[in-house]
């Protein structure tokens, strides 16, 4: 069992700058060999759109529509996520979600986890 939490969410006028953070608290016993964290954000009534994560290489990668302004960064060692997010528009406002997907080591299993989420909003 992973649980996430978001924080750093808030109201900017377009332009602006926010820093995301997701918390990640392991609740399990087990060694994971795969333990991915990724930033999704999701629209009212859409589904939850992929932003970012680092690649098996190590690699940021980004969605198109954030590519340039957002900025991932983690801390391993205490399984901590951000996102800094710049030149912010009102088509950003949406509920930010970060996720893990985990396995333990031997599994052939592997769950993803979400959070509930950090709400931006942008005006104009």
């Known amino acids: 069992q992973v649980q996430l939490v978001e924080s750093g969410g808030g109201s900017v006028q377009a332009g602006g700058s926010l820093r995301l953070t997701c918390k990640a608290t392991?609740?399990?016993?087990?060694?994971?060999?795969?333990?991915?964290m990724a930033w999704y954000r999701k629209f009212p009534g859409k589904e939850r759109e992929f932003l970012s994560f680092?690649?098996?290489?190590?690699?940021?990668d980004y969605a198109d529509s954030v590519k340039g302004r957002f900025t991932i960064s983690q801390d391993k060692a205490n399984n901590m996520l951000f996102l800094e997010m710049n030149s912010l528009t009102p088509e950003d406002t949406a509920l930010y979600l970060c996720k893990v997907e985990a396995r333990c080591s031997g599994a052939t299993t592997t769950y993803a986890y979400w959070g509930q989420g950090t709400q931006v909003t942008v005006s104009s």
């Open positions: 680092f690649d098996r290489h190590g690699n940021p």
């Open positions: 392991v609740h399990s016993s087990c060694t994971y060999d795969r333990f991915i």
